[in-house]
T-cell receptor, first 112, second 115 residues
Framework: GESVGLHLPTLSVQEGDNSIINCAYS??????FIWYKQESGKGPQFIID?????DKRQGQRVTVLLNKTVKHLSLQIAATQPGDSAVYFC???????????FGRGTSLIVHP | NAGVMQNPRHLVRRRGQEARLRCSPM?????VYWYRQLPEEGLKFMVY????????ESGMPKERFSAEFPKEGPSILRIQQVVRGDSAAYFC?????????????FGQGTRLTVV
């Protein structure tokens, strides 16, 4: 399943499928990006980050892709599990600013 | 190693009362950030503090809101004369140092309800 960020804030997938969550950022000067996972009633939890001099970074079951040309960031989750159900936020930082700016978020719902 | 601790988890205040939200950063962390989250929305930056200093308060409302991070003790976000529009989840994050690539760790948040 695939989301288009602000225009599709909810993504529903079946357990075992791969999920793709998209994020469009607006500041071309942003040089560091982070994906956070927020479960209901909890604070955001760091998932993975990427610097602007990279276009791909892999973690455990997650991959972040960065396309600076179109200012687009995506989070790919392999073999999605029910425990992945949460709201996912992308955040960006700009050189000289230490404060991450959050996007609106996408709700991922994983059906068993 | 305990994470970022926020208290209370839930706070109910009547209009016109004061709300005090506390945040104890992770051990060894001296940088604290406060965010506000409205339902179905992302986190909005409010203020960034280091010990005894406010570094960036560009996201703080001009009136009724204040924050401090004393030399000893937790960081405090104070909201005076609360109104219904202040109802939100308030999150605190801390980091070991400042820097673009520095990870910030979030607490569980304080959910403020103004009745």
């Amino acid at each position: 399943g695939e989301s288009v960020g602000l225009h599709l804030p909810t993504l529903s997938v079946q357990e075992g499928d791969n999920s793709i969550i998209n994020c469009a950022y607006s500041n071309s000067a942003s040089d560091y990006f982070i994906w956070y996972k927020q479960e209901s009633g909890k604070g955001p939890q760091f998932i993975i980050d990427i610097r602007s001099n990279m276009d791909k970074r892999q973690g455990q079951r997650v991959t972040v892709l960065l396309n600076k040309t179109v200012k687009h960031l995506s989070l790919q989750i392999a073999a999605t599990q029910p425990g992945d159900s949460a709201v996912y936020f992308c955040a960006e930082k700009t050189g000289g600013s230490y404060i991450p700016t959050f996007g609106r978020g996408t709700s991922l719902i994983v059906h068993p | 190693n305990a994470g970022v601790m926020q208290n209370p988890r839930h706070l109910v205040r009547r209009r016109g009362q004061e709300a005090r939200l506390r945040c104890s950063p992770m051990k060894g962390h001296s940088h604290v950030y406060w965010y506000r989250q409205l339902p179905e929305e992302g986190l909005k930056f409010m203020v960034y503090l280091q010990k005894e200093n406010i570094i960036d308060e560009s996201g703080m409302p001009k009136e009724r809101f204040s924050a401090e991070f004393p030399k000893e003790g937790p960081s405090i976000l104070r909201i005076q004369q609360v109104v219904r529009g202040d109802s939100a989840a308030y999150f605190c994050a801390s980091s070991l140092r400042q820097g673009v690539n520095t990870e910030a760790f979030f607490g569980q948040g304080t959910r403020l309800t103004v009745v």
